[in-house]
């Protein structure tokens, strides 16, 4: 018998603890998050009324030095009639265990154990597709680079591929052939060697000045720290092979929809141009990345929008809903 059980987010959410095995730091888990339908009114009933997307999955998977906790996210699916899932992965979360290095990963290829338990568990197979339901994978950040390669290596499992701010690109792009050579080597001599830390927490207060009085949420900061988590040599060297991987070009075989900010910003001292830009990515970068991902690609620039498209001021992430819904009605219709 599955046992879900309550998740933090409340009586709308709740979670259930997929055992992926043991590896040298001890037993290893992630956990699957899933929002609870609200069913139809009985108005709705007697009026037969369906939803557009009521045999429809969604998989999201969160980024760097984060976890699952955006409600609305989940709410704009399951209004729609789909069934939502969000997956802590390992280490990350609700999944992280005392004693474990967060976040850590030397081979993103590693996440397809955590990614298939979660399908599984939704009841699709292993692979994802052991039923006629339609899968949207939604990913952000590094999560949106951990489903692009996941979907290009699984061509047959997802029907949509939904992006916020998918890290495609490392920052320093034009660098980045020259310094993984010497990254790989730190990784297999000195896995855990930790990068200097250069976030000053900028990120964090952005999204603090831009809260959003009708979309709130409380974060857990010790899952989602004000400062990234450390960065080590080994899950850097995972990343930089992802990169690569993308840069030489995906096939994602389904439709493919990225969301960006319209631009980026340096965040090397407190601005207030820090609470209108992405200051994590290059987005023009990740832009011509995206269009390596697959041969059906949208991609939608949304002025004033942060980093999480969806954590961005009040008109930014309204636009950023409202251009979702517009890409998700048009996929609906080529059923």
């Known amino acids: 018998m599955v046992d879900w059980t309550p998740d933090v987010l409340g009586d709308e959410f709740e979670q259930l603890t997929l055992d992926l095995g043991e590896d040298d730091q001890g037993p290893v888990v992630a956990t699957l998050v899933r929002a609870l339908p609200r069913p139809l009114r009985w108005w709705e009933r007697l009026a037969g009324t369906s939803r557009p997307l009521e ?31 969000a997956l802590d992965l390992r280490k990350y979360g609700r999944s992280l265990r005392q004693g474990q290095t967060p976040g850590y990963i030397t081979d993103l290829r590693t996440y397809d154990e955590d990614i298939a338990a979660a399908l599984d568990a939704m009841g699709r197979g292993a692979d994802g597709t052991g039923t006629t339901r ?39 792009a034009s660098v980045r052939s ?31 000045e831009v809260l959003d009085p009708d979309d709130p949420m409380e974060i857990n900061l010790e899952w989602r720290p004000v400062q990234s988590m450390a960065v080590y040599a080994g899950w850097l060297s995972a990343i930089l092979s992802g990169h690569r991987t993308v840069a030489s070009g995906l096939s994602i075989a389904a439709p493919v929809c990225v969301l960006l900010s319209a631009r980026s910003a ?22 011509r ?36 819904a517009t890409w998700v009605t048009g996929w609906r219709a080529t059923w």
């Open 55 to 85: 045999s429809v999955d969604v998989l999201y998977i969160h980024g760097w030095s984060d976890y699952f906790f955006q409600k609305r996210l989940a709410r704009f699916w399951t209004s729609r009639g789909a069934r939502f899932f």
């Open 266 to 287: 340096t965040p090397t001292r407190w601005s207030d141009d820090l609470t209108r830009a992405d200051s994590v990515l290059v987005v023009d970068d990740i832009a």
């Open 289 to 324: 990345a995206s269009l390596k991902l697959g041969s059906s690609v949208t991609v939608e620039r949304i002025d004033g929008a942060l980093h999480d498209i969806f954590l961005s001021r009040h008109e930014a992430r309204e636009d950023a809903y409202h251009r979702l």
């Open 178 to 208: 020259a310094i993984a050579p010497m990254v790989e080597l730190t990784a297999r001599l000195r896995p855990l060697e930790v990068a200097p830390q250069v976030d000053l927490g900028f990120y964090t207060r952005a999204q603090q």
């Open 134 to 172: 339609k899968l949207v994978l939604l990913g952000h950040s590094t999560g949106g680079l951990t489903l692009s390669l996941w979907a290009s290596r699984h061509p047959d499992a997802a029907d949509a591929v939904v992006l916020n701010s998918p890290w495609l690109e490392f920052q320093f």
